[in-house]
């Protein structure tokens, strides 16, 4: 088995060349302000810099995107003036402007109650980046690998909005980073109630975020028999 320090964890392949570091969560989730206070220690995971560099404009845009719902808490507002200053800078120009068009206040003609505005986000990119950031914590976690491909499903909690009422299991469970004012997550496995794991992420103290996923260590009922169903497809056929 190669060391896990020459592998990628993004692709699971080793790393031999072009090797590089990626920050789970990413760097960028700090606004600049609160680099300088925090000097936050980030964990770092081996990539290749061709499987780290695919995801750059996706947490570009990650950030910008949800950058309008978050400006309610300190480590919001710091992502809010980096934003602005790059603007102001001409820089991501094409990328605000993108992100204002998300707004709509009058979708499909509707007027909506209490002056209120619809936001939309690409949530293909969304989940792109919460899938990848999982996917780092759960190497973190567990020193194994979690495919991409793996099949999963991501649940969002906006300000203002009540959380699933399964959530009443994560209570009195410690965040486990250091940062939870900008980053924090948890992690649950399988229960009476719940089969699976389900990871929750909380960004900048606004925004939860939900992965649900059945990884090689589940023991519920559907994996145990998939895996059955596997191990005898895989299996030696006599010949009459």
């Known amino acids: 088995m190669s060391d896990n320090k020459t592998i990628c964890y993004l692709c699971g392949k080793q790393i031999v060349e072009d ?14 302000e609160l680099r300088r206070q925090l000097n936050p220690d980030l964990t770092t995971l081996h990539t290749h810099k061709k499987c780290n560099s695919s995801f750059q404009l996706d947490e570009e845009y990650f950030v910008a995107s949800l950058m309008p719902l978050i400006q309610e808490s300190e480590s ?8 602005k200053r790059r603007y102001d ?3 991501n120009v ?18 909506l109650p209490n002056d209120k505005i619809l936001k939309r986000f690409d949530r293909t990119r969304i989940n792109r980046i919460i899938w ?3 996917r780092g914590l759960y190497y973190i976690e567990n020193c194994l690998l979690l495919p991409e491909e793996t099949n999963h499903k991501i649940l969002y909690t906006f300000p203002g909005e009540e959380p699933p009422k399964w959530f009443v299991y ?5 965040g486990k980073s ?9 992690y649950l496995k399988e229960t009476q109630d719940i089969t699976g794991s389900i990871w929750v992420l909380l960004l900048w103290n606004q925004i939860i975020t939900t992965t649900l ?15 059955s169903k596997k191990t005898n497809d895989n299996s030696p056929k006599r010949e009459s």
Do not use: A
């Open 132 to 134: 990848k950031i999982t």
């Open 19 to 32: 090797g590089n570091e990626d920050h789970v969560p990413p760097k960028q989730f700090f606004g600049k």
């Open 170 to 174: 994560l209570k009195g469970m410690k």
């Open 89 to 91: 800078r001409g820089k």
């Open 213 to 227: 996923f059945h990884d090689i260590t589940c023991t519920c009922q559907r994996c145990i028999k998939k895996s």
């Open 94 to 111: 094409g990328l605000v402007s993108r992100v204002y068009e998300e707004f709509d206040s009058n979708p499909s003609g509707l007027i």
């Open 178 to 186: 250091n940062y939870p004012d900008v980053f924090d997550y948890l």
């Open 76 to 83: 919001g507002r710091s992502i809010y003036n980096d934003v």
